[in-house]
C-alpha cells in the first residue's frame, strides 16, 4: 500500500485542525466579526444595493449621483476639495430589488442581515455539494472550514464588501444540483435568475446550449426575461436605459465598471460609484 502521509495519525489530525481554528479565531475572528456591521462612515460595496433600493422606495432615481445618496442617507457631505471617486451604482436594476427588503434597515444593520443570509446561502451551497458528491462531513470538518474561510482573502473581502457572489453561488450550485437530478426547467429558472441579478452567471448557458439541453436554455431565458420585466414594471424602462447608459461611452464602446474598494474612514471622502475605463485602454 502507498504511504499516504494526509492519512497518518488521522486521530491527532482532528485535533491539530480545532487548535489551529482556535487560534485562527482568536488572530482575524474579532476583525471578521466586526466587519460584518460597518460604521455609518464606513461604505462598502452594499451600500450601492441599499442606497439605490431606498432610491426606489422614496421616488428618487435608482442611479442618482452617490454623492447626492450619501449625503441623504449617511449625513456625510464631501468637502469642495473631494473628488468622487465612484459617481453611480454598477448593480444591475433586478439586483437592486434583492435589498429592497433591507432598505427600512439603517446602512449598518442592513448590511449585517445581508451578510447572514450570505453566510446561509454559503452553508447550503457546501452542503448540496457535498450532498451530490456523498461527502461524509460531521462536526470535525467544522475546524478545517473555519480556518481556512478566515484566512481566505477574497471570502473576507465578500463578507466586508456586502457583495452578491455567494448568492450567486447558491444559485449557480443550485443550478447544477437540478440539472445532476434530472429537473432542467428548475435549473434553468434559477440560472436565468442568477443572470438577471448579475450578467456574467449567462455564460454558463453555452455549457448547456453545447451539450443541446435545450429545456435548461429555454427555461433560464424564460426566467430571465420575467425578471426583467418585473424590475421594469416596479421601476420603469427608464432604469434600465440609465444602466445602459452607464455601461458604455457616448460613442456606444464598451466599458469596464471597476467598484471602488475598502471602508472609508469619516476623514476620507465617502465616495460611492464606478470609475469608468475605456476597454480600448485596457
Aim: aromatic share 12%; glycine share 8%; net charge positive.
Amino acid at each position: 500500500m502507498p504511504w499516504d502521509p494526509l492519512n497518518a495519525w488521522p486521530a491527532g489530525r482532528r485535533w491539530l485542525w480545532a487548535a489551529l481554528a482556535a487560534l485562527i479565531c482568536i488572530v482575524n475572528g474579532p476583525q471578521f466579526v466586526q466587519s460584518l456591521r460597518p460604521r455609518s462612515d464606513q461604505w462598502a460595496d452594499f451600500f450601492q444595493l441599499w442606497a439605490s433600493a431606498r432610491n426606489v422606495l422614496s421616488g428618487f432615481p435608482v442611479y442618482e449621483n452617490h454623492k447626492s445618496m450619501v449625503e441623504r442617507y449617511l449625513g456625510y457631505q464631501p468637502g469642495p476639495n473631494e473628488r468622487m471617486v465612484i459617481q453611480h451604482s454598477s448593480q444591475t436594476p433586478t439586483a437592486v430589488l434583492l435589498a429592497l427588503p433591507f432598505a427600512g434597515l439603517s446602512y449598518p444593520h442592513a448590511t449585517l442581515v445581508w451578510n447572514f443570509l450570505s453566510l446561509t446561502a454559503l452553508a447550503g451551497s457546501l452542503w448540496l455539494v457535498a450532498d451530490q458528491l456523498r461527502i461524509k462531513l460531521s462536526i470535525w470538518s467544522v475546524f478545517p472550514l473555519l480556518a481556512l474561510l478566515l484566512i481566505c482573502h477574497p471570502f473576507r473581502q465578500q463578507m466586508s464588501h456586502g457583495q452578491l457572489n455567494l448568492v450567486l453561488l447558491a444559485l449557480v450550485t443550485g443550478t447544477w444540483v437540478l440539472d445532476r437530478s434530472g429537473r432542467p426547467y428548475w435549473a434553468g429558472a434559477l440560472l436565468g435568475a442568477a443572470t438577471a441579478i448579475k450578467l456574467f452567471p449567462g455564460f454558463f448557458f453555452l455549457y448547456f446550449l453545447l451539450r443541446g439541453q435545450w429545456k435548461v436554455v429555454v427555461a433560464g431565458v424564460a426566467a430571465f426575461a420575467t425578471l426583467i420585466a418585473l424590475t421594469v414594471a416596479l421601476v420603469g424602462l427608464h432604469t434600465y436605459r440609465n444602466y445602459a447608459g452607464l455601461c458604455s461611452d457616448r460613442d456606444g464602446n464598451a466599458i469596464v465598471v471597476a467598484d471602488h474598494l475598502g471602508p472609508l474612514p469619516r476623514s476620507a471622502p465617502v465616495a460611492a460609484g464606478i470609475r469608468l475605463v475605456n476597454t480600448s485602454t485596457v
